[in-house]
């Protein structure tokens, strides 16, 4: 019988795969606790039972505020359990943010570390909140309390029913919180693993938070839904990293590891030109953010694969990848998942553009959310005709293969003129000794916005702003052209690798 929750295969992994490992957590690098299927799913129905007995009913929300460790897993599998919301939410999260977001999410309960509690109480203080100490290894957290192990879950879930909130890192206004449901996580994850060929022979290093799909959904589901090991790495410190991942002397090494471009940039500057052997490496992937064409190929020069890249969204799941057997065009998202269809579309027109051409990149699939949490203004806006309008700008070549552009809010109007702000980069980065860039438009009182260069350089580089200008003026336009260029140490972004560009604006603004 095909199992249509994530409920029923995570309990169907789980009792098919038994006492094989399934998750390895590493403090500090050093293996602190081992968890096989049987306890997992254990401690994940004891951890519901805790849940039941705090008053969380199907359909409540439990907010998720803590850092990455086994504690979490366990609380978000159990939800799955019950019915419960898991709404994860990133735990550097400050007083202000979590205003709006406890807010917004309107709990029933909280998991949070004991500094927190305080913090979240004061904020709202109607909810069921329960502490646990992740810096304690996880036999030792008081994670279940007084409960009773042998409390039946009798509780039905169906497809339809919300599994997951999360919150959309987005650069400007509040954060908009995407509903998944049970049949967009496991459609999400049966693409994911079939496309990537994911299997129980796999180890995936985890070296991503758990409070975006990228880590959570992409990574933690699909390994452990396809009866992989997990080797889960509390916090991301790249030579502890490269140590994990280059390892095959002390048990079976890695062969998978799913990264955002930002930490294969760090990785590969920690590493430096000393001798590779990554043979034992079956993928590297991609995602969250755009991959730099030079660096795809210093990937391949150092790891000694090509990495797969691949697109997706809080609110779409996985939409397109690379293939992992056949040709990978650097700098493309692939082509569509299983069940996707991928429109580029004329945003004013609402017309598919000839194939070439830009346009907006509208979805349908499965995995896809049937809204934002209480905001069905955003909700109806997003969607026209049925289509999942995505904000990208794309196209598509002769071959089928998809590449982004840019955000359809990154465009910069300049003197009556669209300017991509990716295009911009996109030349600016190619120049020798300059790291990456980030390119704004910023209010111009003659020409409404101007186009503005935030350029970060590799160490040791002497470029200039004039250099960096004379280069543009030989590839773009002029009215392309910066008419400002800032040098920056860091190039502001989230934590999954999204360049900030409010805050790159303020470079430019702040008096």
Known sequence: MSKDTLKDCFEESCASRGDAPAIEFLRKGRLETLL???????????????????????????????????????????????????????????????????????????????????MVAKICPAAQIATVDIALPYPQADLFGAIDDDTPLEIDVAPEDPALIIYTSGTTGNPKGAVLTQENLIHDARNIIDIWEISSSDILCHVLPLFHVHGLCFA???????????????????????DVLSDKD?????????????????????????????????????????????????I?????????????????????????????KSGSIGTPLPGLEARIVDPVECKDVEPGQVGELWLKSRSITPGYWRKPKETEETFQYGWFKTGDLGRIDDDGYYYLTDRIKHIIITGGENVSAKEVETVIDKIDGVAESAVVGVPDERWGEKVVAAVKLNPGAEVTADAIRQHCKKNLHDWKCPKEIRFTETIPRNTMGKVLKEQVKSFFTAE
């Open 36 to 118: 096989s299927y049987r306890q997992l799913n254990r401690d994940a129905d004891r951890m519901a039972r805790r849940f039941v007995s705090m008053g969380v009913e199907k359909g409540d929300r439990v907010v998720l505020f803590m850092g990455k460790s086994l504690a979490f897993l366990t609380a978000h599998f159990a939800l799955q359990k019950i019915g419960g919301i898991s709404t994860p939410l990133n735990p550097g999260f400050k007083q202000s943010e979590m205003e709006y977001l406890l807010g917004d999410a309107d709990p029933k309960a909280i998991l949070c570390e004991p500094d927190k509690k305080e």
């Open 220 to 242: 933690l589901h699909t390994s452990l839904l396809a009866g992989a090991k997990v080797r889960m790495l509390d916090a991301f410190v790249p030579q502890t990293v490269l």
């Open 250 to 298: 002390q048990g079976d090494p890695c062969t998978v590891f799913m990264a955002v471009p930002a930490m294969y940039a760090i990785l590969m500057d920690n590493w430096g030109d000393r001798k590779a052997d990554f043979d034992h490496m079956r993928l590297w992937t991609s995602g969250s953010a755009p991959l730099l064409v030079k660096e795809f190929d210093r």
């Open 300 to 328: 391949k020069r150092i790891f000694g694969k090509e990495p797969v890249e691949r697109e997706g969204m809080s609110e779409t799941g996985m939409n397109f990848s690379n293939p992992v057997r056949g040709k990978r």
